[in-house]
């Protein structure tokens, strides 16, 4: 942990390894549909490059040379032959456009579509995004997107004298992207049909299709691996796949959260379950602050003297250490008692994330440990 003027000292002695199974952690009761994806049925995303129009003079400037650029092609398609040079983009703005295409979007469905200036245009108000295909990640063109923009946001005022809301270069489509190409799933066409759980868990990928083949009186479901579940639609006899995959995600299955630990160590933020559990461990933790303080004094020759007036830097160096404190957890600690025992010694969030980096490291720690 990176610190200007402190360093903080940890020392952590381990008493005891080895693994502690937490065979009380509580499950809970959560529906099918809020634990899996059906394969195939996705998102995909879209992306595409435009031009926007109509802006009052809050657009590129000339030093933005693909905005010229794309203008002049487009008047040239139109047939009008124009110098580059004399074009000007002030009510101009090249821009990104974004969109997602969920699935099952047929021709003719309407999708939101976000716009982001790409430019050095100060505001993306009153425009007009021209006509943009929108391609996805195989290049193919599935939606196109044009129409008026609206934006959350404005930037008014000049001469130094501004005032902005929010972000004026980005603005939104609500319904301005029409889907162009089919890409939806045939779901008739398909023999077997794999539902993928979102977190790998062999336990629930197995009573996952044991649930089914119960609910259905009949060996449909097969659980491939831990992610995996395979059912046979021609074995349920159901009247459609639609149906039948509506019947599967109605039911329940209990889950078992995994133990995990989330540290965002830029913000210091830490947010630990409750079925994390610690080996037995003592932790030793001090502080050494160090300060570095320069004062510049002016030194003045007496009168008539043949001296010159200087400045001269005095610097001063103070250090201060605390007493080590320390903590003593016993074999299969909660983390209640982990977040009780830091703030009983004074440890700042900071502190918690080196420390349960050290815990980690050292084998007490029995959970996962991922770190934004």
Same mark, same amino acid.
């Given at each position: 942990?990176?610190?200007?003027?402190?360093?903080?000292?940890?020392?952590?002695?381990?008493?005891?390894?080895?693994?502690?199974?937490?065979?009380?952690?509580?499950?809970?009761?959560?529906?099918?549909?809020?634990?899996?994806?059906?394969?195939?049925?996705?998102?995909?995303?879209?992306?595409?490059?435009?031009?926007?129009?109509?802006?009052?003079?809050?657009?590129?400037? &000339? +030093?933005?040379?693909?905005?010229?650029?794309?203008?002049?092609?487009?008047?040239?398609?139109?047939?009008?032959?124009?110098?580059?040079?004399?074009?000007?983009?002030?009510?101009?703005?090249?821009?990104?456009?974004?969109?997602?295409?969920?699935?099952? %979007?047929?021709?003719?469905?309407?999708?939101?579509?976000?716009?982001?200036?790409?430019?050095?245009?100060?505001?993306?108000?009153?425009?007009? !995004? !021209?006509?943009?295909?929108? +391609?996805?990640?195989?290049?193919?063109?599935?939606?196109?997107?044009?129409?008026?923009?609206?934006? *959350?946001?404005?930037?008014?005022?000049?001469?130094?004298?501004?005032?902005?809301?929010?972000?004026?270069?980005?603005?939104?489509?609500?319904?301005?992207?029409?889907?162009? &190409?089919?890409?939806?799933?045939?779901?008739?066409?398909?023999?077997?049909?794999?539902?993928?759980?979102?977190?790998?868990?062999?336990?629930?990928?197995?009573?996952?299709?044991?649930?089914?083949?119960?609910?259905?009186?009949?060996?449909?479901?097969?659980?491939?691996?831990?992610?995996?579940?395979?059912?046979?639609?021609?074995?349920? &006899?159901?009247?459609?796949?639609?149906?039948?995959?509506? &019947?599967?995600?109605?039911?329940?299955?209990?889950?078992?959260?995994?133990?995990?630990?989330?540290?965002?160590?830029?913000?210091?933020?830490?947010?630990?379950?409750?079925?994390?559990? !610690?080996?037995?461990?003592?932790?030793?933790? *001090?502080?050494?602050?160090?300060?570095?303080?320069?004062?510049?004094?002016?030194?003045?020759?007496?009168?008539?003297?043949?001296?010159?007036?200087?400045?001269?830097?005095?610097?001063?160096?103070? %250090?201060?250490?605390?007493?080590?404190?320390?903590?003593?957890?016993?074999?299969?600690?909660?983390?209640?008692?982990?977040?009780?025992?830091?703030?009983?010694?004074?440890?700042?969030?900071?502190?918690?994330?080196?420390?349960?980096?050290?815990?980690?490291?050292? *084998?007490?720690?029995?959970?996962?440990?991922?770190?934004?």
């Amino acid at each position: 942990m990176r610190r200007i003027a402190k360093l903080a000292a940890i020392c952590m002695l381990i008493n005891g390894f080895g693994l502690v199974h937490a065979d009380d952690t509580a499950s809970r009761p959560v529906r099918v549909r809020d634990l899996i994806s059906v394969e195939g049925v996705r998102d995909n995303p879209l992306i595409g490059y435009g031009l926007v129009v109509g802006l009052n003079g809050t657009g590129d400037r &000339r +030093q933005t040379v693909f905005t010229i650029q794309m203008l002049t092609n487009i008047m040239q398609r139109m047939g009008m032959q124009i110098p580059a040079a004399s074009v000007r983009v002030n009510n101009v703005a090249a821009v990104f456009v974004t969109a997602t295409l969920p699935p099952f %979007a047929h021709p003719g469905t309407q999708i939101d579509v976000t716009v982001s200036s790409i430019g050095d245009a100060k505001s993306l108000e009153g425009g007009m !995004l !021209l006509l943009t295909p929108l +391609q996805a990640a195989d290049g193919q063109v599935y939606v196109g997107a044009q129409g008026p923009l609206a934006l *959350g946001g404005y930037s008014a005022g000049g001469a130094g004298n501004t005032k902005q809301v929010n972000h004026p270069t980005v603005a939104r489509l609500p319904g301005g992207g029409t889907v162009e &190409r089919d890409s939806a799933i045939d779901l008739r066409s398909l023999d077997r049909i794999s539902l993928l759980l979102r977190d790998s868990d062999y336990a629930g990928a197995s009573q996952l299709a044991e649930v089914i083949n119960r609910e259905f009186g009949v060996t449909l479901a097969t659980a491939i691996d831990g992610r995996r579940v395979e059912i046979k639609p021609a074995l349920a &006899r159901a009247s459609s796949v639609p149906d039948l995959l509506s &019947r599967i995600e109605k039911l329940s299955i209990d889950v078992h959260p995994r133990a995990r630990v989330i540290v965002n160590e830029r913000t210091g933020t830490i947010v630990m379950g409750k079925e994390v559990r !610690l080996g037995a461990a003592s932790i030793l933790h *001090g502080n050494l602050s160090i300060e570095i303080a320069t004062e510049f004094k002016v030194s003045q020759p007496p009168p008539f003297s043949s001296g010159e007036t200087s400045v001269v830097p005095h610097p001063t160096l103070r %250090a201060q250490e605390s007493a080590v404190k320390r903590i003593e957890l016993k074999e299969g600690a909660s983390v209640e008692e982990l977040v009780n025992g830091l703030q009983s010694i004074g440890a700042t969030s900071r502190d918690v994330v080196s420390i349960l980096q050290a815990l980690k490291a050292a *084998g007490a720690l029995q959970s996962d440990l991922e770190v934004l």
